[in-house]
Structure formats: structure tokens, C-alpha cells
């Protein structure tokens, strides 16, 4: 029973076996004999062979000799194929799929000698909108073949000259196409010439060269150029903003990979690139599209690479040569895209010669280097026609503590920067005041950006702006945790240094009227020292007078040395001054006023309301001036020539000096003021405010002692038209209280033999009767005990300076003490005798004139007619013999 089972097991696959070799040789019969019009008759193809050999279990087939055309080469529904095939072995052939679905697919495919034109599908079928896939191979060989692939507008799409290429997994369509990706496969063997790749109207890439040797490739003379010109471009594509042109005389890597839609290599090596980029006027749109691609390079370097970027204009915007660059594990995906650096990697290195950029601003560096811990340029110039800067800087070097990518933002922490030997000039443009600041969000980093430390060395600067040029020789800077943040009304940057040391040599800085200049300043968050201070007119007094639309004062001061020691933030949103001591020694200050131009219409403040309007926390705890000179002189359009006061061997001592916003500090200002006045006396003044007090109440009060009147004669006398004779003022005191409404308090003069005279406002000579008059007015001594008169009601011109209201106590108790307590009554009296005494002049000259008139009729009157004419002529010629009554 079980061996009948057998035999008829056997018998039935002995059956079933022939019935398939009768089957294969069959269909071989059919095939060879049949299949050019089969296929004639049921494709789109028209094919010639001379060996065909097919099995149908295996799907393998063997054909040589193939010739194959589109019977319609319009018809661009099917990929057209055209040209001849010397062998083709296909292994695993989809027979069905092809006869049924006109598909083809097979796991392999030999080309041997292929000479082939072909011509793709249409990308998309118009009726269902779906993407055609008509071939499909998993692995494909080509051995010596002459391949030209057109899109279906007859364009050329792609060409290659004695190929020889293995393809494992291959994919290559228009739909590849549109992805960005020409091809994608697994891996890959390739060799070739005149390689041609046509991506769109617009670029065309050429290869002389390509081969592969152990999983290396080489490429020879790659290139990517321009169809058309730069014109032809931004004439055709408005919207685009760049056009390329690239070249590689030679390039190897390894390890290529196209896999879905990624681009993997290693060791890619770039020999002598030359990149060209022209740009447009083009305004860049916002809807940037995420790459849906990634790059990934194991090991990149490039070396003598040469790269300009072309302005629309046609001049060079940027240019680099000898640029050499490696990179270890660079990545490129749409992930990193978005991020400030779009890349990432685990290391780099680069370097370059001859780095040019030119647009507002033209920056030439002869060498640079750079990779992720540090950075160096050397022999940069940086130069502007617009702003006339000119900046040549040695070395600018850094170092980086952190570089990396959180959160899609740069976060960069410096260790240092160095800034070696910096000269020339920069400027720059003021801004238009009116002109609200403009908002600027800087995106892409990680505020606050950190430099740990910032050096400026052996550095000669002129900073410019507005013509007022600043100058630097010898600048030595350093500052230590510069912080950099954004400000929070986003109009900027802000900085904030933790400490901070400069010096500088032959420091000037001008300004319309002045030149200040300094032989030395050092200067720090928590010291100052500032030696040979001098702050000089540019004009002379005439010139400034003629400048000025209203009075102004015009200063000439110099100082041997200022020092200040305490703390302060100059830099940062809260700035700070809280100095523990200043000191400014040997200050020469002359002042001047004219009162020639108009007043000044503004409202002049007190110096508390002044010191309160410092809009940050200022204080300095004790303020020293000693063996100073102070000059005040003022000039009227009556007078002849400037008043003049002089306070020699000036010394002040200032207590708390602030602006009330330091919380638990005292307000109140203590000023003492001890020096010679006038060269002559010795004057002692207390002055003192509280800046918190918001109605701006002084005291001031003080003393001098045997002051000759004659030694205040360079004042009184252009200014007054009045001299001091003789007398002596043997002791003056002040003592005053006010506010901004006005001034009250108490004179007491002590004098000896006073005696004044007036002088004329033309010839300056003395006039005899209004000094007369007003010496009967003056009380020439005091007594040896004066009284004390008192001040008051003294009301004050808002548009003055407190000097002003000063001065008029000072007049105010001088009438008081040398007229009388009734000095207003007095002053009129006086008013009032001149008056009469010029009134009793002009009578006396209209008196003689009449005489004189009356002297000269009579005498005409007895002269004879002949001799009228005679003795005119005779009186003409002769001195006037007869005296003038008086």
C-alpha cells in the first residue's frame, strides 16, 4: 500500500516536472519567436535581440544583442527608451507584473554595454493625480555604458559616458526628483566619465571624472554652472535672491549613502573649491521651508577653497581665499535648520587668507583661524567712506569656555578677547534726535552672552561722532565679566561689568567750543586718576559772544590732578556712583560771562533740585578742592571791559555730595570754601542743602577781613563805572537762608575812610561833581562797632543763577550799610542830586552858549561892510583870544 503511494507520488512530479520543462521550453519557443511582436503589439516599445533565454521558475533572463525604440517617442505618459544593449541579465524578473500592471521590477539588472537615450514619465497621471513608479530594481549593474536620461520635455536631465556602476536598492524617478534627491540607494560602486546632471533651468552640474576604488570615490573637476548670465537671471527669476557657481578641481569620500532621504558619507576631502555667489535685490521671503532632507559627514576637509559673494551692483561683497576647513561628524537635518548655526558637529577647524568684505563698512583681514575653544584675526583694516573710519587692528583673538545649541538658541560663554594694538580713526553717524529708538529683537541666542574677560593693548584711537573727535594714544584696557543682554524696552543691547581698568595717554577730546586734554588717566570700577587735566577754548571771547544765540559762560580750566576713590557702574541699566573721596589739586578756572547776548529765558534750578534730577543713585561722601584759582569776569555792553573777581589759594571741602536715591545715606550737603579774595583778603564761606528737601532751602553764610576798596576795583569799575578811592573794609559777614522764591538774612560791615568816585562811561575819567555828591552820601566809616543790618525780601529772577541771588544780598546789606537803613529813600535822594547837578550843567553850557552867540552878533554889527568878509576870514585863521565865560 505505501510503496503504491509512492510510485504514484513520483509519477505525478515526474508528470509535473515535464509538464514545466515542456512549459519553459514552450514559452522560450514563444519568446524567441514571438515576443519582438508581443511586445510590439502590447507596450509602448519596439524591440530587436539576438539571444533570448527566460526561466519561468526562476525568473532569470538572458538577452544580447538588444535593440529597443518607442514605437510613439511623443507619447511621454511611459518612460521612453531609445539605443542598443550589448547583454542584459535580469534575475527574479516580475513577468506578470510586467504583462498585466506594465511594471517592471526585478531584484537584479546587468546592463552590459548599454548605449541608452531615456526619456522619464510625466511626474504626475493627470487622471488620478498619483505619482507613476514604472521601473523598480533593487539592484542594478552597468558595466562600460553610455546613459542619457531626459526629462519628459525632451530637457536632458542626466548623461554619463563609460559608466560602470553597481547599485544596491536603486530608486531613480522624477518623483526622487522633486524630493531634492536625483537617485537613492543603498550602496554603490560607480566609475565614469563627462558626467552631466540638469536639475532645472537654471544650473547644470559637470563631473569629468568618477571613481570608486574599496568604498572610495574620486571625483575630478566638479562643476556647478549658471545657464544663464547674471542678468539673464534677475531678469527671468525676480523673486529668486542667488545664483551659483561652483567648482572642485578635485573631491574623494567614502561610505556614500542615499537612503531615505538622507545623505550619509565619510572622509570627504575637497581640493581647491571655488564658490561664486551672486546676489539680488530680492527681499528675502519669511515662509522658509524646512529642508525635509539630512546631511551626514563623517569627517569633512577642505583646503585652499576661494569664495566672493557678488553684489547686485556687480562688485564684490564678501571674498576669502585659502580657506581650509575640517569637520568631524557634521550634521544637517530639518531639525538643525531652524537653529542659529544649522549645523551641528563634534568638532571643527578653520582657517583663511585675504578676507574681504565691503558694503556700508570695508573690512580686510590678512589671516584668520578659528575652531570651537578659540578664534584669531590678524591684520584687519576696517575702513568706511560714508563715516571716514579707517581702523587697522594687529591681532583680535578669543577664547570660548561654551558653544552650544539649547533650545534651538546659541549659547556662547567667552573666556577672553584680546585686542592687540588698534590705530586710526572711527566715526560714526548721530543719530537724528527726534527719531524715537527702534526696536530690535535679536533671536537666535541665549541671553545674557557672557565674556569672562575683554583686553585692550598698546592702542591709539580717535572715536568721532558729531564732529567732536575723542582721542586715545596708548590705550591699555580690561574688563572682567562683560555680560551682554538685551534691554527690556527692546531698543538694544545693554552691558553690564562686573570690574573694569583702562589707561590712556594724551587723552583730547573736542567739542565745538573746546579742546579738553589730559597727559594721563587711569581710570576703574573702584579708583580714578586723572593727571594734567585742561579744558581749553577753541574760540576767543569775541568769536564765542558772536556763536552763542543767548549768554552762556565760557570756561579756561586746568587741574594738576583729580583722584577719586569708592565704587560705581557706569555701564550697565543701574548705573551707580558712590565715591568715598575725590580730590582735584591745583585748579586753575576762569569763567566768563557776557551779558552782550540775550538772557537765557530758561528756569534756572537750585543746585539741590539739580543734584535731585540725576536720574541714578550718586554719592560722593567727601569732595576736595585745594590750592586752586577761581576767575569769574562779566562783561555789559556799558562796560569797559569784563569785572573781574579772583579767588586765590581757593580750598573746598564738600560733604556728601548726592543725588538722594542712595537709601540710609544722609542728604544734606556741607560746603566750606577758605581762600584769598581778590588776592588780598582772606574769605571763609559755609554753604550748605538738603537735596531731599523739595523745597530747596539753602544757608549760606560767611566772613573776610581787612580788604583793601581798592583791591575790588577790577570789578566795580568797567562793570560799575565807579572807583574806590581809598578805605579799607575791615571785616564783612553774611549770614543768608532762601529758597527759589527768594533770599533773607543779615549784613554787618566794618569800614575805615571809604571815599568812591564816578567815572564817565565814555572817557572813563573821573567826574568831579557826582563824586562829590555821592561821597556826601556814603558813610566812610563804620565805627568800631557796626550795626548788623538785615536782608530781606530780596526776590529772585527764576531765569538767574543762584550766584545772581547771592549777589543781590550782597548789594542789598552794602546799601544798607554805607547809604543807610533807609538805602532805597537815600539811593533816591542821590538819584535825584545828580540829577539836579546835571540838570545845573546843562544850564551852564546852554548859559555860555548864549553868551557866546550874544558876543558874536555885536561884533558883526560894528564891523564896516568891506571888512565883514575880512575879519571872517581873519577869525578863521587865528586862534579865539577871547575867553569863554563859565
Not at 557678488?310 to 537653529?339: H, R, Y
Not at 574677560?453 to 574688563?479: C, H, M, R, W
Amino acid at each position: 500500500m505505501k510503496k503504491s503511494w509512492v510510485k504514484k507520488f513520483l509519477i505525478a512530479t515526474a508528470i509535473l516536472l515535464g509538464i514545466v520543462l515542456l512549459g519553459n521550453f514552450g514559452f522560450n519557443f514563444w519568446l524567441k519567436n514571438k515576443l519582438p511582436d508581443f511586445i510590439k503589439k502590447n507596450t509602448a516599445y519596439k524591440i530587436s535581440y539576438k539571444i533570448l533565454d527566460v526561466d519561468l521558475t526562476t525568473g532569470n533572463i538572458l538577452v544580447t544583442g538588444i535593440t529597443i525604440n518607442n514605437k510613439n517617442p511623443q507619447n511621454t505618459e511611459v518612460i521612453g527608451l531609445q539605443g542598443t544593449v550589448d547583454t542584459l541579465k535580469i534575475s527574479r524578473f516580475g513577468i506578470f507584473d510586467a504583462l498585466l500592471n506594465k511594471r517592471i521590477s526585478s531584484t537584479d539588472l546587468l546592463l552590459s554595454k548599454p548605449n541608452l537615450n531615456i526619456v522619464l514619465a510625466k511626474p504626475v497621471d493627470e487622471k488620478t493625480g498619483k505619482k507613476k513608479n514604472p521601473v523598480m530594481f533593487e539592484n542594478i549593474r552597468i558595466n562600460k555604458g553610455e546613459i542619457t536620461i531626459f526629462k519628459y520635455t525632451k530637457q536632458m536631465f542626466l548623461k554619463i559616458e563609460q559608466l560602470d556602476l553597481y547599485v544596491e536598492n536603486l530608486q531613480m524617478t522624477e518623483e526622487s526628483v522633486e524630493d531634492k534627491l536625483p537617485v537613492v540607494f543603498d550602496s554603490y560602486r560607480i566609475k565614469g566619465m563627462n558626467f552631466f546632471f540638469q536639475p532645472d533651468d537654471i544650473y547644470a552640474l559637470k563631473i569629468d571624472k568618477i571613481t570608486t576604488s574599496n568604498g572610495q570615490m574620486s571625483v575630478d573637476n566638479f562643476r556647478l554652472d549658471p545657464l544663464v548670465t547674471f542678468d539673464q537671471f534677475k531678469q527671468k527669476y525676480p523673486q529668486k535672491k542667488q545664483l551659483f557657481q561652483f567648482s572642485i578641481p578635485r573631491m574623494d569620500f567614502k561610505d556614500v549613502i542615499f537612503k531615505n532621504n538622507r545623505i550619509s558619507l565619510t572622509q570627504a576631502f575637497f581640493h581647491q573649491p571655488n564658490l561664486t555667489v551672486y546676489t539680488t535685490q530680492a527681499v528675502k521671503k519669511n515662509n522658509k521651508k524646512a529642508a525635509n532632507f539630512e546631511i551626514n559627514l563623517n569627517g569633512i576637509k577642505m583646503d585652499k577653497a576661494t569664495v566672493q559673494i557678488i553684489k547686485p551692483d556687480g562688485n564684490k561683497l564678501f571674498s576669502a581665499k585659502e580657506l581650509n576647513l575640517n569637520i568631524n561628524e557634521l550634521e544637517f537635518s530639518k531639525e538643525t535648520s531652524d537653529e542659529m548655526i544649522p549645523v551641528r558637529y563634534k568638532d571643527f577647524s578653520i582657517t583663511g587668507r585675504d578676507i574681504a568684505y565691503s558694503n556700508a563698512e570695508n573690512i580686510v583681514c590678512e589671516s584668520f583661524g578659528l575652531n570651537p575653544k578659540k578664534g584669531e584675526f590678524r591684520n584687519i583694516a576696517i575702513t568706511s567712506s560714508r563715516t571716514a573710519t579707517d581702523l587697522k587692528l594687529n591681532q583680535l583673538a578669543f577664547t570660548v569656555n561654551k558653544w552650544e545649541t539649547i533650545d534651538k538658541k546659541l549659547n556662547l560663554e567667552i573666556n577672553e578677547i584680546l585686542v592687540d594694538r588698534v590705530n586710526g580713526i572711527f566715526k560714526t553717524e548721530e543719530k537724528n534726535k527726534i527719531d524715537p529708538p527702534k526696536k530690535v529683537q535679536i533671536k537666535g541666542i541665549q541671553f545674557p552672552l557672557v565674556i569672562r574677560k575683554v583686553t585692550v593693548k598698546n592702542s591709539n584711537i580717535v572715536y568721532e561722532k558729531g564732529n567732536q573727535p575723542l582721542k586715545f594714544n596708548d590705550l591699555n584696557a580690561s574688563l572682567n565679566h562683560l555680560e551682554i543682554k538685551q534691554k527690556s524696552d527692546g531698543t538694544g543691547l545693554g552691558f553690564d561689568v562686573k570690574n573694569y581698568l583702562f589707561s590712556t595717554k594724551n587723552f583730547t577730546y573736542k567739542t565745538k567750543f573746546y579742546n579738553m586734554s589730559v597727559a594721563n588717566i587711569e581710570f576703574g570700577n573702584d579708583k580714578v586718576k586723572i593727571d594734567h587735566f585742561a579744558m581749553k577754548p577753541l574760540v576767543s571771547r569775541a568769536q564765542f559772544i558772536k556763536m552763542i544765540p543767548v549768554e552762556r559762560d565760557l570756561y579756561d580750566i586746568t587741574a594738576k590732578q583729580i583722584t577719586a576713590v569708592g565704587s560705581w557702574d557706569l555701564f550697565s541699566r543701574n548705573k551707580s556712583v558712590n565715591a568715598s573721596n575725590v580730590t582735584i589739586q591745583s585748579a586753575d578756572a576762569n569763567i566768563f560771562r557776557s551779558k552782550i547776548p540775550k538772557d537765557d529765558p530758561k528756569e534756572k534750578a537750585l543746585y539741590s533740585k539739580m543734584l535731585r534730577s540725576i536720574k541714578f543713585p550718586f554719592q560722593i561722601h567727601n569732595l576736595d578742592v585745594k590750592n586752586s584759582v577761581l576767575v569769574y569776569e562779566e562783561d555789559t555792553p556799558e562796560s569797559a571791559g569784563p569785572g573781574k573777581l579772583t579767588f586765590s589759594n581757593f580750598n573746598m571741602n564738600t560733604k556728601n555730595l548726592n543725588s538722594a536715591k542712595l537709601k540710609g545715606k544722609p542728604t544734606r550737603v556741607d560746603i566750606k570754601i577758605n581762600c584769598s579774595f581778590m588776592n588780598l583778603s582772606p574769605l571763609a564761606v559755609n554753604w550748605n542743602f538738603d537735596v531731599a528737601n523739595s523745597n530747596d532751602a539753602f544757608a549760606i553764610s560767611g566772613r573776610t577781613t581787612n580788604l583793601p576798596v581798592q583791591g575790588i576795583n577790577p570789578f566795580i569799575r568797567p562793570y560799575l563805572h565807579v572807583t574806590a578811592t581809598s578805605g579799607t573794609i575791615q571785616e564783612m559777614l553774611f549770614n543768608f537762608k532762601g529758597n527759589p522764591k527768594g533770599l533773607s538774612g543779615t549784613f554787618n560791615l566794618k569800614h575805615k575812610d571809604l571815599k568812591i568816585a564816578i567815572l564817565d562811561k565814555k572817557n572813563h575819567e573821573k567826574k568831579g561833581v557826582l563824586t562829590a555828591v555821592a561821597n556826601l552820601f556814603i558813610k566812610s566809616d563804620s565805627g568800631k562797632f557796626p550795626e548788623e543790618v538785615t536782608v530781606e525780601n530780596i526776590e529772585r529772577d527764576p531765569t538767574k543763577s543762584f550766584f545772581n541771588l547771592f549777589w543781590k544780598g550782597i548789594e542789598n546789606g552794602l546799601k544798607k550799610t554805607l547809604i543807610g537803613v533807609n538805602a532805597d529813600k537815600t539811593e533816591t535822594k542821590v538819584k535825584k542830586a545828580v540829577s539836579a547837578v546835571k540838570d545845573m550843567k546843562s544850564s551852564v553850557n546852554e548859559l555860555k552858549q548864549e553868551v557866546k552867540n550874544t558876543k558874536e552878533q555885536k561884533q558883526q554889527e560894528n564891523t564896516p561892510p568891506k571888512e565883514k568878509k575880512k575879519g571872517f576870514l581873519k577869525n578863521i585863521f587865528k586862534k579865539k583870544e577871547t575867553p569863554e565865560t563859565e
